[in-house]
């Protein structure tokens, strides 16, 4: 009897020692439980940012998210990264964005910036991922165009004078395509060519090449030395073809018949000015007497004169009429009479 009492009496100390460990274990573990609990409720309410020194982006619109890696709560951060700061407007454009602005965006939301801290750069500069369109590129294209649609019949190459500017086409754009045409300048030894720079059905930029044209045309050399007043011909001048900068004259031809006016050298390209039409022979002298003529239908008058001055057929001279004493001007006609200007 006494041993199985003391057995009992053994088992119920041991039981009591058991849940007292128990005890002192809960009591060292569930306030340091509680304590995490509390401690990670401090972190989701604090948020870390970091800014990288330069980064690319698709889109125009920029928010936190976007360009920064942020570390915090999952609602915060959710939060944090719709934030907006600010829009690339124009293709190229780079924006810079500093600490300062980001807590001021985040106070504005309701985020205190004694819960944010920072890491990496202390700006960021932000640019929007782009295709350029270079120069060349409008240059070739304006090319293209004028060789399928040749500005003139003697056009025959055309040089760039006036190149424009690359394009730059942001990430957006779409379906890109070119509407090239040819306007007008005012100048006529020069092309300029139109491109419209068009994503899906939006004219989206212009650009201009200006061409200077270059001419295939025909000169008249001199042969050989010809004196003035020498008649013009194939035998003393040939006629070469060369490219100008000018086009060739709508009325031009070879210069035959036409007279020099003065003394030509060998090998002188010969100007309007170097010639003169040769002229008719005086058909009727000073003081030579003439036939006043006046035909209308139904009647024919004439009158006896006296000239007054040298003429050739076509020109007008004074004429003393003899029967009124009257001096009158008349034309020259090709079979010598002269007819009065009434």
């Known amino acids: 009897?006494?041993?199985?009492?003391?057995?009992?009496?053994?088992?119920?100390?041991?039981?009591?020692?058991f849940a007292a460990c128990v005890v002192m274990i809960s009591a060292l573990f569930c306030p340091a439980s509680a304590n995490n609990k509390?401690?990670?409720?401090?972190?989701?309410?604090?948020?870390?940012?970091?800014?990288?020194?330069?980064?690319?982006?698709?889109?125009?619109?920029?928010?936190l998210g976007q360009v920064s890696i942020i570390r915090g709560g999952e609602s915060l951060v959710a939060k944090a990264g719709k934030i907006a700061l600010g829009r690339i407007s124009v293709p190229g454009q780079k924006i810079i964005?500093?600490?300062?602005?980001?807590?001021?965006?985040?106070?504005?939301?309701?985020?205190?910036?004694?819960?944010?801290?920072?890491?990496?750069?202390?700006?960021?500069?932000?640019?929007?991922?782009?295709?350029?369109i270079s120069s060349s590129d409008f240059v070739t294209l304006a090319n293209s165009f004028l060789e399928n649609n040749p500005p003139g019949d003697s056009v025959c190459r055309w040089n760039p004078v006036r190149k424009p500017k690359d394009f730059i086409i942001s990430a957006m754009s779409s379906d890109i395509r070119f509407s090239p045409r040819l306007v007008q300048t005012g100048v006529?030894?020069?092309?300029r060519i139109e491109i419209a720079v068009l994503s899906g059905s939006n004219k989206?930029?212009?650009?201009?090449?200006?061409?200077?044209?270059?001419?295939?045309?025909?000169?008249?050399?001199?042969?050989?030395?010809?004196?003035?007043?020498?008649?013009?011909?194939?035998?003393?001048?040939?006629?070469?073809?060369?490219?100008?900068?000018?086009?060739e004259p709508s009325n031009w031809k070879p210069p035959y018949g036409l007279i020099a006016k003065r003394r030509l050298p060998a090998n002188t390209v010969l100007r309007p000015n170097m010639l003169g039409s040769l002229k008719s022979p005086i058909i009727v002298k000073r003081n030579q007497n003439v036939v006043i003529r006046i035909e209308r239908p139904g009647f024919l008058i004439t009158a006896?004169?006296?000239?007054?001055?040298?003429?050739?057929?076509?020109?007008?001279?004074?004429?003393?009429?003899?029967?009124?004493?009257?001096?009158?001007?008349?034309?020259?006609?090709?079979?010598?009479?002269?007819?009065?200007?009434?």
């Open 97 to 132: 964005i500093d600490r300062t602005m980001v807590l001021s965006r985040l106070a504005c939301n309701g985020i205190p910036t004694s819960k944010v801290t920072f890491t990496g750069s202390e700006k960021i500069t932000v640019k929007q991922r782009h295709h350029t």
């Open 38 to 63: 509390t401690s990670d409720s401090l972190k989701d309410s604090y948020l870390k940012i970091y800014l990288p020194r330069e980064i690319t982006v698709k889109d125009s619109n920029l928010s």
């Open 1 to 17: 009897m006494n041993g199985r009492n003391s057995n009992k009496t053994q088992e119920y100390k041991s039981t009591r020692i």
């Open 188 to 191: 006529r030894n020069q092309a």
């Open 204 to 247: 989206i930029g212009v650009r201009q090449v200006t061409f200077a044209l270059i001419y295939d045309r025909q000169q008249a050399v001199t042969k050989v030395y010809i004196p003035a007043g020498s008649v013009i011909s194939p035998e003393n001048i040939k006629i070469e073809k060369i490219q100008s900068n000018n086009p």
């Open 304 to 342: 006896t004169g006296k000239s007054i001055q040298d003429g050739r057929a076509g020109e007008y001279i004074k004429v003393r009429n003899m029967d009124s004493q009257r001096i009158i001007l008349a034309r020259i006609s090709e079979d010598g009479s002269v007819e009065p200007v009434l």
